[in-house]
């Protein structure tokens, strides 16, 4: 039902790489709280390095340039499931990482479930 919908989003953190082969992508998106632009942004940033360094695949952080005022999200390429699998389960495993996101991000971004949302994304050609 519908047309298209999309966002267009400025890169932030990370550097796209178009050698890279990706079948599936794994996203999250937010909005940062109100009055909180400043810190969600840089936020975003230290915590897409952190799932870099747990889960040793590139990621992106981006700030939407269309769309909901203050709308952000992360994004991680990999090459096929297994390597998604394996770097999903590296990040649940890390109990800094739930520390982190429960002590740091709290209060960043709204506090409304309809506004994070997290999805995989999948090339089908």
Known sequence: MGGADDTLAQVVYGEPDPNRQIEYVTTVRAVCAAGSVA?????????????????????????????T?????????????????AAQQKL????????????EVKGTYADEPSLTTQLIYRRVA
Do not use: C
């Open 69 to 85: 005022y203050g709308g952000v999200g992360w994004a991680s390429g990999h090459a096929n499931v297994q390597a998604m699998e």
């Open 92 to 103: 649940a495993a890390d109990p800094s990482w739930a520390k982190y996101v429960d002590k």
């Open 39 to 67: 810190r969600g942004l840089e936020l975003g940033v230290d915590l897409a390095q952190r799932v870099e360094k747990i889960t040793g695949t590139p990621s992106l952080f981006l700030a939407d340039v269309t769309g």
